[in-house]
């Protein structure tokens, strides 16, 4: 099976602009969570999507938003770029049932300047 | 809310001598455990879980990790690391029902030739 895809993989954008960042998760998998990473705050979740509906929400602003797709791919939107947005942004998906085991993609590393 | 504390920052350690890293986490209600590792420009892969049943837990690359419900704590133990086990460790907590993942801030194992 394929693992969980992440595209572009970096990325540079200046301060207003927006981003879309993409995210393909396991065949099979419904459910796709975004995460956040900074060496100053770690890992903070950002949203998780399961078959087309938002199910859980982290503490971020809503410049930050998020879909996902009827074949389980999701994207998420940043609009009006922060330098503090400057982060590597993870994708992980799983199945959504009980032992939620989540399998992680390699990143997307978005530099604001 | 879930909380998860990683006591040390950075683990320094020999090559070839056993190694801890700690975990606690805040909340005693039902919880399920996991330990992942990130290797330098990666996502992060699950080294081990734990759903219910017996507190020992055996992972990949010859982890493991003790579920302790009255210290509310979760330890991470090899007993002889390789250079190879060089990288980031986080520990999350999950509680019952459809809850996202907490993790904690991460531990730096660095080994030593």
């Known amino acids: 099976k394929a693992g969980v895809t992440q595209t572009p993989r970096y990325l540079i954008k200046t301060r207003g602009q927006q981003v879309t960042l993409s995210c393909s998760p396991i065949?099979?998998?419904?459910?796709v969570s975004w995460y956040q990473q900074t060496p100053g705050q770690g890992l903070q979740f950002l949203f998780e999507?399961?078959?087309?509906?938002?199910?859980n929400k982290g503490n971020f602003p809503g410049r930050f938003s998020g879909r996902q797709f009827s074949n389980s791919r999701s994207e998420m939107n940043v609009s009006t770029l922060e330098l503090g947005d400057s982060a590597l942004y993870l994708c992980?998906?799983?199945?959504?049932?009980?032992?939620?085991?989540?399998?992680f993609g390699p990143g997307t590393r978005l530099t604001v300047t | 809310a879930q909380s998860v504390t990683q006591l040390d920052s950075q683990v320094p350690v020999f090559e070839e001598a056993p190694v801890e890293l700690r975990c606690n986490y805040s909340?005693?209600?039902?919880?399920?455990l996991f330990w992942y590792v990130q290797y330098p420009n990666q996502g992060l892969q699950l080294l081990l879980k734990?759903?219910?049943?017996?507190?020992l837990v055996k992972g990949i690359n010859g982890f493991e990790a003790e579920f302790n419900k009255s210290q509310t704590s979760f330890h991470l133990r090899k007993p002889s690391v390789h250079i190879s086990d060089t990288a980031e460790y986080f520990c999350?907590?999950?509680?019952?029902?459809?809850?996202?993942?907490?993790f904690g801030k991460g531990t730096r194992l660095s080994v030593i030739a």
């Open positions: 992980a998906s799983s199945s959504g049932g009980k032992d939620y085991e989540q399998y």
């Open positions: 065949s099979g998998h419904r459910s």
């Open positions: 999507y399961f078959s087309e509906t938002q199910r």
């Open positions: 909340s005693s209600v039902s919880v399920y």
């Open positions: 734990y759903l219910s049943g017996s507190t």
């Open positions: 999350a907590v999950r509680n019952s029902g459809n809850t996202p993942l907490v």
